[in-house]
């Protein structure tokens, strides 16, 4: 019938196909090892260098859109078959040693990976830094499996109204387009996990993503199988309401240990990135219930083989879930454990009885964790502070919770010119050796010309980003054709630029800078010595203060005084963020102390020879030198924030008229700036080994997975025999731990005899253990300082037994005779040192296979 007059179209799929001459390159798209290889991110590139950029700099995007001629022209390209064999070879050959990986085999559990922009599993620092993790264990050929989730959505772009309001657009992630493939049976079959929930079972299909040579396992709800807002659990990065929010994080930590189970991977190591992943301790714990194990044995197993690493530096940043919405979700679960629901509410509370108290992720992986770690120096103690409630009875700073600071990887963030100069100045096995200082000290002998030569090369990169960037945000929100051609033309290569990008939370201060605005204003509109500063960030859909700093920044930047001189770049992301670390000039950071947990973005800055200006917060309280950056004072003058804010900004104002601007516009007879480029060379040689993540990757090594395993391996032999052995012995301890008695006190009186310098004090305690051996308990004295109601720890000393006797008691109501069990503790402390101090005794058990004393946290002050 051809009487219908309308257009009549079908679809027509059109599937695109690599011809065999260039099938290495599709394999090369289909693993991330090409995005940390300069030569490989150029190769593809080089194919359709606007394409590239239009697809996001995905190669298999760019693939798929490639037609019959570009593919042929690509075969009779000699030069780009030639590069395209060296790169592939090499992949080849990296890819070889995967077979003969290396120490112990850890799972490694995080909600968010930052690999590359076009992969869209991160929404900042957390995530980029799990991403940097798997892609030096990859380098190093280390033993490890990243878990996680597909996210449909990923995290939002930003974009910003004409009035500056942050704007949250999710777009959907083509999986066709991303570097994942199904994991599937040895039938062909595409692996699914199921999880119970409320009146239905959820089910995952599991992805895989290889990022070099460590498999990377997602997990994936968007299915037939489940009912709309189940789909929705892995649509969006940290979205929807809390109850999706508990969803993610079972299926993170259930779904994700029941998919190791069902692929066959059995690790050594678990390692929890962030308290999203705890749930992994419960379906750990439920295995070896139903393997036979009591809960206490079931829990030393699984601790002896846990590390947690936490990144958050307030309390109110760690997500906790009321009684009643996880009522639904674990009743059934806590009996399959063969626990009380009282018991297993008490596992995510500090106090397990007080049923108002939230039941808190991090708490519950710091119970069924054996080790515990923040990640920097002040962060561990921020950390120890937050968590000491979970430990009564010691102060903070005994606690057994230590730190890795962060790290960042080299070959990913450091600039393709820095890292071919490197090689020629460092050597051929430089990358081997990356955290070793004595490598990065002879950047100091390269010519200051040709680090000036790199340098302006990357600034002038960056600001054609930047620009081609800025004109795309400014026509979108209608702004005035003279307005952007103006602010276009304030970019120079020879101007100071500050680069400020970050998560946009309060506690970043991204509104410090704006304090006097008036100030600000003459700095940056002095003619001599032009000043910049680019701001990119974003604040989470829910965050109405963060959503409030970039507006009014936005709208300071708006003003004739700071048009063209503050600028504000919509949708940070990794793409931004790799340009503005290697062009800025400086990189400024302001945090309000000690809320910065460690901070990454200022390592990358100092790998690409870019200055820090930031507080000494985080990691840059470790990396500081003053030949090399600047900085504002790790100690707070006021405890009053608004004043303390005021103090900071007229710091800043200062440092930049008389120290940092000066200095880049200081230049010799050649042009060069010779301080500016001796800082630039401190900073490279001094800070940037120190942070590179083989260093941070060697310190989980040696402080934690070998460890972990040695213990675990312990634990677990001969049928969990110790794992028994250590849960009767502690279940016997706690039987009578609170009838242990004080049958006699003999101490040094200091309330009328000052204890003279060297003079020995003295004490004799004799307990009554209550049918406990003597070498279950211990007696240590305390001597401490008291500042502001804080006691710091000076001196303990253990208190040596002196003889061990029984003794019978009189009878009780039934005329039965007590037998006691006495033990004399004694001590004799010569003091060398003199002052005012405070002395106390605790008791504590004590037994060979505690790993430290907070594994069982039992303690009795005398």
């Known amino acids: 019938m051809i009487e219908n007059n309308a257009p009549q179209w079908k679809r027509l799929f059109i599937q695109s196909k690599v011809p065999h001459s260039l099938e290495s390159l599709e394999k090369l798209a289909r693993n991330l090892w090409w995005c940390w290889q300069y030569d490989a991110i150029e190769?593809?590139?080089?194919?359709?260098?606007?394409?590239?950029?239009?697809?996001?700099?995905?190669?298999?995007?760019?693939l798929d859109h490639l037609n019959i001629e570009d593919f042929q022209r690509l075969e009779k390209n000699v030069e780009f078959l030639s590069r395209l064999k060296e790169v592939y070879g090499r992949f080849e050959q990296y890819m070889s040693k995967s077979k003969k990986?290396?120490?112990?085999?850890?799972a490694y559990f995080c909600m968010e990976y930052g690999l590359h922009a076009s992969f869209k599993l991160y929404s900042g620092g957390l995530g980029v830094l799990a991403g940097d993790f798997l892609?030096?264990?990859?380098?190093?050929?280390?033993?490890?499996?990243?878990?996680?989730?597909?996210?449909?959505?990923?995290?939002?772009?930003?974009?910003?109204?004409?009035h500056g309001e942050q704007i949250a657009h999710y777009d959907p992630q083509r999986f066709t387009h991303l570097p994942v493939e199904p994991v599937r049976d040895e039938e062909g079959n595409w692996i699914k996990i199921q999880i119970d929930l409320p009146d239905r079972v959820l089910t995952a299909k599991i992805w895989k993503a290889g990022v070099g040579r460590i498999p990377l396992y997602l997990l994936d709800t968007d299915i037939e199988e489940n009912r709309e807002d189940d789909k929705f659990i892995t649509h969006q990065l940290y979205g929807g309401d809390r109850e999706n929010r508990l969803k993610q994080e079972i299926l993170l930590g259930v779904g994700g240990i029941r998919a190791l189970d069902a692929i066959g991977i059995q690790p050594d190591v678990f390692h929890l990135n962030e308290g999203h992943a705890a749930f992994i301790g419960l379906e750990r714990l439920r295995k070896y219930v139903q393997k036979g194990l009591h809960f206490a044995e079931a829990a030393e197993v699984i601790r002896s083989s846990s590390l947690f690493t936490t990144h958050t530096p307030v309390p109110a940043g760690h997500d906790s879930f009321t009684e009643g919405m996880l009522w639904p979700y674990f009743s059934n679960y806590a009996n399959s454990l063969s626990l009380p629901w009282e018991k297993f509410m008490g596992l995510g509370r500090v106090i397990p009885e007080d049923k108002s108290e939230e039941f808190s992720m991090s708490h519950l992986a710091s119970k069924l964790s054996q080790n515990i770690n923040g990640v920097s120096r002040i962060h561990g103690g921020?950390?120890?502070?937050?968590?000491?409630?979970?430990?009564?009875?010691?102060?903070?700073?005994?606690?057994?919770?230590?730190?890795?600071?962060?790290?960042?990887?080299?070959?990913?963030?450091?600039a393709e010119e820095w890292q071919r100069l490197h090689v020629k100045t460092f050597g051929k096995d430089f990358l081997e050796f990356q955290s070793d200082a004595k490598y990065w000290e002879k950047i100091k002998k390269v010519p200051d010309a040709e680090i000036v030569k790199i340098k302006k090369k990357l600034k002038k990169d960056m600001i054609e980003m930047v620009k081609a960037r800025l004109e795309n945000n400014m026509k979108a929100r209608y702004d005035s054709p003279k307005k952007i051609v103006d602010t276009l033309n304030s970019f120079s290569e020879?101007?100071?630029?500050?680069?400020?990008?970050?998560?946009?939370?309060?506690?970043?201060?991204?509104q410090l800078l704006f304090r006097n605005p008036e100030r600000l204003a003459k700095i940056v509109n002095n003619p001599k010595c032009p000043v910049q500063f680019i701001f990119a960030g974003k604040a989470h859909p829910a965050d109405k203060a963060g959503q409030g700093l970039i507006k009014h920044i936005f709208e300071l930047a708006g003003q004739r005084e700071f048009l063209?001189?503050?600028?504000?770049?919509?949708?940070?992301?990794?793409?931004?963020?790799?340009?503005?670390?290697?062009?800025?000039?400086?990189?400024l950071n302001t945090p309000t102390r000690p809320l910065e947990a460690s901070g990454t973005s200022g390592m990358k800055a100092t790998m690409n020879g870019v200055m820090n200006f930031s507080v000494l917060d985080g990691w840059w309280a470790e990396g500081y030198q003053a030949d090399a950056g600047w900085a504002l004072p790790e100690e707070r003058t006021y405890d009053n924030q608004e004043t303390q804010d005021e103090l900071d900004a007229e710091t800043i104002y200062t440092k930049l008229e008389l120290e940092i601007i000066p200095e880049y516009y200081e230049r010799?007879?050649?042009?060069?700036?010779?301080?500016?480029?001796?800082?630039?060379?401190?900073?490279?040689?001094?800070?940037?080994?120190?942070?590179?993540?083989?260093?941070?990757?060697?310190?989980?090594?040696?402080?934690?997975?070998?460890?972990?395993?040695?213990?675990?391996?312990?634990?677990?032999?001969?049928?969990?025999?110790?794992?028994?052995?250590?849960?009767?012995?502690?279940?016997?301890?706690?039987?009578?731990?609170?009838q242990l008695e004080v049958v006699d006190k003999d101490v040094y009186n200091t309330d009328n005899h000052p204890l003279p310098l060297g003079g020995e004090f003295t004490a004799s305690i004799t307990l009554d253990l209550k049918g406990l051996d003597p070498e279950d308990i211990g007696v240590e004295l305390l001597i401490a300082e008291k500042k502001q109601g804080v006691h710091r720890i000076v001196m303990t000393e253990e208190l040596k037994q002196q003889k061990v006797r029984s003794q019978v008691a009189a009878g009780d109501d039934n005329g039965e005779e007590e037998a006691k069990s006495l033990v004399k503790y004694i001590c004799k402390k010569q003091m060398e040192f003199a002052g005012v101090y405070e002395y106390g005794f605790r008791i504590f058990p004590v037994h060979s296979l505690l790993p430290h004393r907070q594994d069982f946290n039992l303690i009795r002050w005398i």
């Open 135 to 162: 892609k030096e264990a990859s380098d190093e050929n280390i033993d490890m499996v990243g878990i996680g989730l597909l996210y449909r959505y990923g995290y939002f772009r930003q974009g910003l109204s004409m």
């Open 382 to 414: 921020v950390s120890r502070d937050m968590l000491q409630g979970l430990y009564k009875g010691y102060e903070s700073d005994e606690l057994h919770i230590d730190y890795v600071t962060n790290s960042v990887h080299y070959p990913t963030w450091t």
């Open 494 to 510: 020879e101007k100071l630029i500050f680069g400020f990008a970050r998560r946009f939370a309060t506690y970043k201060r991204a």
């Open 564 to 587: 063209g001189k503050i600028i504000f770049l919509e949708d940070y992301d990794m793409d931004l963020a790799s340009m503005m670390v290697k062009g800025v000039d400086v990189w």
């Open 668 to 738: 010799n007879h050649e042009g060069i700036a010779e301080k500016w480029v001796a800082r630039m060379k401190n900073a490279m040689a001094h800070i940037a080994p120190q942070f590179t993540m083989k260093r941070m990757m060697d310190d989980y090594h040696q402080k934690f997975y070998s460890k972990l395993k040695e213990r675990h391996q312990l634990i677990a032999a001969d049928n969990f025999l110790k794992a028994r052995e250590l849960a009767a012995w502690k279940a016997k301890v706690i039987s009578v731990w609170d």
């Open 43 to 62: 190769l593809f590139k080089s194919i359709n260098p606007k394409q590239w950029d239009e697809y996001g700099r995905n190669p298999i995007a760019l």
């Open 101 to 106: 990986k290396k120490r112990t085999k850890i």
